[in-house]
């Protein structure tokens, strides 16, 4: 499965931003995904997951309440509506697809495809 993030820019504080990822195969609503995001120096950290159906939701304690993550398995594409963006959101987002669902869906490591990042810069 291939993966294509876009909708990632420069915004200010406050404002809002859609991520989207496009995935190739339809294959992809049967699978876990995910938006992880990396700045410099850093390890890539968690953002947001859902299952395969999009019925559950699990978010980084940095981002709850302002960023909400969904799917349309109609259009094989997973979204990151991210509110109230803060200075600190800003990283290059990746969009990451995997088998199963659980609690490891709070890290980056169960991910089996990728997509390429997109960056979001948020200025103060």
């Known amino acids: 499965v291939q993966l294509q993030a876009s909708g990632g820019g420069l915004v200010q504080a406050g404002d809002s931003l859609r991520l989207s990822c496009v995935a190739s195969e339809r294959t992809f609503g049967g699978l876990a995904a995910g938006w992880l995001r990396q700045v410099p120096g850093k390890e890539r950290e968690f953002v947001a997951s859902t299952n395969k159906g999009g019925g559950t939701g699990l978010y980084a304690d940095s981002v709850k309440g302002r960023f909400t993550i969904f799917r349309d398995n109609t259009k094989n594409t997973l979204y990151l509506q991210m509110n109230s963006l803060k200075p600190e959101d800003t990283a290059v987002y990746y969009c990451?697809?995997?088998?199963?669902?659980?609690?490891?869906?709070?890290?980056?490591?169960?991910?089996?495809?990728w997509g390429q990042g997109t960056q979001v810069t948020v200025s103060s």
């Open positions: 990451a697809a995997g088998i199963g669902w659980g609690p490891q869906y709070r890290t980056s490591r169960p991910y089996d495809y």
